[in-house]
């Protein structure tokens, strides 16, 4: 499969403020405009759920799970392709809309310790889960990617909630439905209800951490990856962070995502 492509930076053009002239006519009407202005400016915007795909009458139940010969392959490709597809767990459904590569020789990937009691599922073959706490809080779920032996994996990092939304808040402990809900990658791993004896869990058989096929999206963004200072600025500058473009359920920082 052809490779990620590194990307360059794009700014983005500034849209120009166009003037126009006072209409003395409209001088009546000026403080009702403003007013219905004001008012569509505040009106609060319903966080974007990603489209499933056309209406089927298969169900979550009946919908294909991923092979494991999808995931052995390179992190770098395995990456963007989880986009969209769907984690799912008891009545718990997830669209992954953000994650992270990391590859061997990486100085940010945990990969780089070498194989120990904590490291050993990165080492193991791709399709299988690999979970940790970070700060000792934090359940991270990231999917392991390429060959047995080589130690690369993709971090899950955000998803938008397709079913399940009352266990997702229960576990979650937010009564809301806006994106602060799944936009970080201790949220992932508190919704689906895992610990870290989900470690190496196959996420290729049936029964209880699933990753279902899913819609390809129509456009990504791509840009540096969150919270590894510690690395090699060779590293720290990859753009091996991938999103799916136009949905508000990605984490922060948004303004390093840029598209390809």
Same mark, same amino acid.
């Given at each position: ?15 120009? !403020? ?15 405009? =403003?007013?219905?202005? !004001? ?21 979550? @139940? ?13 992190? =770098?490709?395995?990456?963007?392709? =989880? ?8 009545? $718990? ?12 020789? @990486? ?6 310790? /070498? ?23 934090? *359940?991270?779920?990231? $999917? ?6 080589? +130690? ?23 009564? *809301?439905?806006?994106?602060?809900? =799944? ?29 279902? @096929? +899913? ?6 963004? $791509?840009?540096?990856?969150? /919270? !590894? ?16 473009? +136009?949905?508000?359920? !990605? ?10």
């Amino acid at each position: 499969m052809k490779r990620t492509q590194r990307f360059k930076r794009v700014s983005k053009p500034k849209k120009s !403020i166009p003037e126009t002239e006072p209409d003395e006519d409209s001088a009546a009407n000026r403080s009702t405009q =403003l007013l219905k202005s !004001i008012s569509t400016r505040v009106k609060p915007k319903r966080p974007k759920i990603l489209s499933l795909p056309p209406p089927t009458s298969l169900t979550f @139940d009946q919908m294909t799970i991923l092979p494991r010969e999808f995931f052995q392959i390179d992190a =770098l490709d395995l990456a963007p392709r =989880l986009l969209g597809k769907f984690l799912k767990r008891d009545n $718990v459904v997830l669209q992954i809309t953000e994650v992270e590569a990391y590859r061997p020789n @990486d100085s940010a990937c945990h990969g780089r310790f /070498g194989i120990t009691a904590r490291t050993a599922p990165v080492f193991g073959p791709g399709g299988h889960a690999y979970v940790y706490l970070c700060y000792g809080l934090h *359940t991270m779920l990231n $999917v392991v990617a390429d060959k047995e032996g080589i +130690g690369a994996a993709v971090l899950i990092r955000s998803c938008a909630p397709i079913s399940g939304m009352d266990t997702i808040q229960e576990r979650r402990g937010q009564k *809301t439905e806006k994106p602060a809900l =799944l936009n970080g990658p201790g949220k992932i791993g508190q919704a689906l209800g895992i610990s870290r004896e989900w470690s190496n869990h196959p996420l290729h058989s049936p029964g209880g951490l699933e990753l279902l @096929d +899913g819609p390809e999206p129509e456009k990504i963004l $791509v840009g540096p990856r969150v /919270g !590894i200072d510690y690395a090699l600025p060779e590293h720290v500058s990859a753009l091996w962070r991938f999103a799916i473009a +136009g949905t508000a359920w !990605i984490s922060a920082p948004k303004n390093t995502l840029r598209p390809p």
